[in-house]
C-alpha cells in the first residue's frame, strides 16, 4: 500500500516570493506521481505528473516538481508566486501495478499568498 | 482538457432520504470511474472504484448497501446515498479516466451535501 505525506499543512508566502510545497511518499512498488490544485468547493485540477523519464517536471501555472527517489520526494516548486495562486494543493501517488491505478492523496497543503 | 460534469453541485436533503450524484465524462469515453469524499479541510478519501458494466470495488470501511454506485456506461456514474444521515454531509468528488496506463485522471466539480 502506499502513503503520502505532505509535511505542511499551511504554508503562508508573500507574492512574488518563492515557493516549495513539501511531498513525500511511501511505497514498496514503482509509483506515478502528481500534484493537483483545489480551489475553494472545486474539484481537483492536474498541475504536474511524474510518469517516467526526466525527474524535473514541469507543469501548469509556472509550477515544478522533481522526482527524488532515494528521498522518496516529490516537492512542488515555484519561482514567483500570485494572490492567484492561493489554494489548496494535494501530493498523490498511484501504483504502475494493476488497471485501476487509483490515487492516493496527501492531507494537502493550504498555501496562501499575500499581498 | 477533458471535461468531467458532476451534477448537483450541491444539494440538501432531510435524514432518511436518498439522494443521487451523477459523474459525466463529457468528451471522452470513462473506462473507470472513482468517487471520494472530502471532510472539511482534509483530504480525499476514495470511496470505490467502477469500472463500465462490472460491479465497484469498495475501499474497506465503506458501506455498500449505502453508498450504492452504477457505473452502466462508459460516460456516466453514479453515487447513491441511501438512507441519509446528517454524518454523511460532506463533499463528494468523482474522477474518471479511460484504461490506458498513466494516463490522468479528470475530476467533477464536486458535490456539497448537506443532510438535515
Known amino acids: 500500500a502506499q502513503s503520502v505525506t505532505q509535511l505542511d499543512s499551511q504554508v503562508p508566502v508573500f507574492e512574488e516570493a518563492p515557493v516549495e510545497l513539501r511531498c513525500n511518499y511511501s511505497?514498496?512498488?514503482?509509483?506515478?506521481l502528481f500534484w493537483y490544485v483545489q480551489y475553494p468547493n472545486q474539484g481537483l485540477q492536474l498541475l504536474l505528473k511524474?510518469?517516467?523519464?526526466?525527474?524535473l517536471v514541469k507543469g501548469i501555472n509556472g509550477f515544478e516538481a522533481e522526482f527524488n527517489k532515494s528521498q522518496t520526494s516529490f516537492h512542488l516548486r515555484k519561482p514567483s508566486v500570485h494572490i492567484s495562486d492561493t489554494a489548496e494543493y494535494f501530493c498523490?501517488?498511484?501504483?504502475?501495478?494493476?488497471?485501476?491505478?487509483?490515487?492516493?492523496f496527501g492531507k494537502g497543503t493550504k498555501l496562501t499568498v499575500n499581498p | 482538457g477533458a471535461v468531467v460534469s458532476q451534477h448537483p453541485s450541491w444539494v440538501i436533503c432531510k435524514s432518511g432520504t436518498s439522494v443521487k450524484i451523477e459523474c459525466r465524462s463529457l468528451?471522452?469515453?470513462?473506462?473507470?470511474m472513482f468517487w471520494y469524499r472530502q471532510f472539511p479541510k482534509q483530504s480525499l478519501m476514495l470511496m470505490a472504484t467502477?469500472?463500465?458494466?462490472?460491479?465497484?470495488?469498495?475501499e474497506q470501511g465503506v458501506e455498500k448497501d449505502k453508498f450504492l454506485i452504477n457505473h452502466a456506461s462508459l460516460t456516466l456514474s453514479t453515487l447513491t446515498v441511501t438512507s441519509a444521515h446528517p454524518e454523511d454531509s460532506s463533499f463528494y468528488i468523482c474522477?474518471?479516466?479511460?484504461?490506458?496506463?498513466?494516463?490522468?485522471?479528470?475530476f467533477g466539480q464536486g458535490t456539497r451535501l448537506t443532510v438535515v
Open positions: 474522477s474518471a479516466k479511460t484504461g490506458d496506463t498513466g494516463t490522468e485522471a479528470f
Open positions: 511505497s514498496s512498488v514503482s509509483v506515478y
Open positions: 511524474y510518469l517516467s523519464g526526466s525527474t
Open positions: 498523490a501517488v498511484s501504483d504502475q501495478l494493476g488497471g485501476s491505478e487509483k490515487l492516493v
Open positions: 468528451d471522452f469515453q470513462a473506462t473507470t
Open positions: 467502477s469500472n463500465e458494466g462490472s460491479k465497484a470495488t469498495y
